[in-house]
């Protein structure tokens, strides 16, 4: 089953930079939609950016001006560029992935999460 997978997490003081990466396990047609979220320890899950198939992006207030999402249709990659972070960004970060697979099904399915940590 195909899976995303996040990656570029880790610990960063405030104020330093991250870039997360979200790719699909196996080779896909497309990515349609891509979705980043978090939840920090004892929190519900929160959207934090989104893009769209036609490149619209959707952010969190508390994030708008800091991170920027985007994505590699050549690669069926997306990114999320985080600066100027700060100890309430800490949270495990997860994608949600929107693909056409190889035989053309539509499907929708969350990465297993990488941790950011903001500390200085």
């Known amino acids: 089953q195909v899976q995303p997978v996040e990656s570029g997490g880790g610990l960063v003081q405030p104020g330093g930079s991250l870039r997360l990466s979200c790719a699909a396990s196996?080779?896909?047609?497309?990515?349609?939609?891509m979705g980043w979220y978090r939840q920090a320890p004892g929190k519900q899950r929160e959207l934090v950016a989104q893009?769209?198939?036609?490149?619209?992006?959707t952010y969190a207030d508390f994030v708008k001006g800091r991170f920027t999402i985007s994505r590699d249709n050549a690669k069926n990659t997306g990114y999320l560029q985080m600066n100027s972070l700060k100890p309430e960004d800490t949270a495990v970060f997860y994608c949600?992935?929107?693909?056409?697979?190889?035989?053309?099904?539509?499907?929708?399915?969350w990465g297993q999460g990488t941790p950011v940590t903001v500390s200085s």
């Open positions: 949600l992935l929107d693909f056409i697979t190889l035989s053309g099904w539509r499907y929708s399915s």
């Open positions: 196996e080779s896909i047609l497309s990515i349609n939609s």
């Open positions: 893009i769209t198939s036609s490149g619209s992006t």
